[in-house]
């Protein structure tokens, strides 16, 4: 099956910790997005965000430096794989520049959910950690 990738970034006026335990945090992770989430915030913890639209598992972590989650949504074909998402946050001089890599997206849908990550992530984070 064909899929699609890409890759943006943005900066947050946070420091690398304090993006790290918003995004693997239920309190944290609802806060910043404005929509309920449920976080287990371990290696192999589950997750849902945006009431349960979006979910998956992590399963790489490096505290406040990198994640790496599996993603899907209810959009995804059921043939579909999980697509993967890697989080790597890094020191910047305005806070913490974030850079997102999502990969295995079904064919088609990476444009939807590239303008996704700004508008209900990037965007309201931005609003949370001002």
Known sequence: ???D?????????????QVFKAWLSSEGHTLMTGSKAEVNPIVGG???AWDGYIWG????MDPSQRIV??????EFPESSPDSKI???LE????GTKITLSHTQIPKGQADSYKQGWE????TPMREYFK
């Open 86 to 88: 890697e989080i790597v």
């Open 5 to 17: 990738n890409f890759k943006i970034s943005t900066t947050m006026p946070a420091t690398m910790e």
């Open 119 to 122: 508008d209900h992530y990037f």
């Open 46 to 48: 589950e997750f849902k």
């Open 1 to 3: 099956m064909s899929t």
């Open 69 to 74: 989650q599996t993603w899907r949504t209810t």
């Open 91 to 94: 020191e910047a001089e305005s």
């Open 57 to 60: 598992e992590t399963l790489e």
